[in-house]
């Protein structure tokens, strides 16, 4: 047995120091593509964990978890609960809390309470927020105290009721020039990689050869350094609305569809359960042995 102490393990998985840090993300710039994507619960969690370098608990949740219609009404309370499920679930990845709405806009110093609450209360990694010029003062605060701040720029699902909707950013010379100024503002705060979403191509190409810290792009390019997606997009499980940058790599919801219609078959028919799903009143050894092989938790 080990005689070196190990860590408490306050929140589960592995604790954010032994798995891919923002650090190791930051030095990745121009590097083999940085894969990320969002995650919400411990069981996706742990089917994608091996895949990816980081998990974002993203505040799409609001929209592919809760059903909400945009972002705004997610709470740091959910953040942290689906940020202890994401970390309780994965062992290597980076694990970056979103901050919701309104959680790090009034100042630097509830910014830095509540993301620190994000951090000690999941053990994730760093946080993401949006902004761009506006939050520099926020992030270099931030930073400097401790928090690895991931930035997202372009379009900022958090301002669709400033700007008018989900609106591709970019597209005038005006709104790329103030779109690359967000970009080196996070860029010279600290921030140790940016979040580029929903920007026409050749901006988050530019701001990708511009900017120190590795560019993480969605609907953006594919020369940035790295890559993100909801999750539930390109498994087939949001449906609502989706975006022309999202490519489909399962169709889970038709799956478990399909599932459901099959099982309420069965049990309409009194096919489910079966003789093989029923407990006798003295289970021999044998059988016992074969439902244990079955299930890795005792269950009633
Ligand atoms: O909240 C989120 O999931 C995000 C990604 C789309 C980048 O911000």
């Known amino acids: 047995m080990s005689t070196v102490p190990q860590p408490p393990r306050r929140h589960g998985g592995t604790p954010a120091f032994h798995r891919i840090s923002p650090r190791d993300i930051a030095l990745r710039k121009g590097g083999a593509p940085i894969v990320c994507i969002t995650a919400y619960t411990a069981p996706m969690a742990g089917f994608m964990d091996q895949h990816v370098d980081l998990l974002l608990v993203g505040d799409t949740m609001g929209m592919v978890v809760y059903g909400m219609s945009s972002t705004l009404g997610v709470t740091l309370d959910m953040s942290i609960a689906h940020g202890q499920a994401v970390m309780r679930g994965s062992q290597r990845a980076c694990v970056i809390v979103d901050m919701p709405f309104g959680t790090y806009q009034v100042s630097r110093e509830e910014a830095f309470k509540n993301c620190a609450r994000a951090m000690a209360e999941t053990g994730c990694a760093g946080i993401k927020l949006e902004g761009g010029v506006e939050m520099a003062p926020t992030v270099e605060y931030l930073v400097q105290r401790g928090i690895p701040v991931l930035a997202h720029v372009g379009l900022k699902p958090q301002s669709v009721n400033v700007v008018g909707g989900f609106r591709v950013q970019g597209r005038s010379t005006e709104e790329a020039k103030a779109v690359l100024a967000d970009a080196k503002s996070m860029a010279d705060a600290g921030a140790f990689a940016i979040v580029v979403e929903g920007t026409v191509e050749s901006l988050a190409r530019k701001i990708t050869e511009t900017v120190k810290p590795p560019t993480i792009g969605i609907g953006a390019s594919p020369a940035c350094d790295g890559q993100i997606i909801v999750a539930e997009d390109i498994l087939g499980l949001y449906s609502a609305f989706t975006p022309k940058f999202v490519k489909r790599y399962a169709e889970l919801g038709k799956e478990v ?44």
Do not use: F, I, M, Q
């Not at 096919?271 to 003295?282: D, I, M, N, S």
């Not at 289970?283 to 074969?290: C, D, L, Q």
């Open 257 to 300: 569809s399909n599932a459901v219609e099959r099982y309420a078959a069965d049990v309409r028919a009194r096919r489910y359960p079966a003789a093989e799903h029923l407990y006798g009143p003295a289970e021999s050894s044998k059988t016992k042995k074969a439902a244990r092989r079955k299930t890795t938790k005792a269950r009633p």
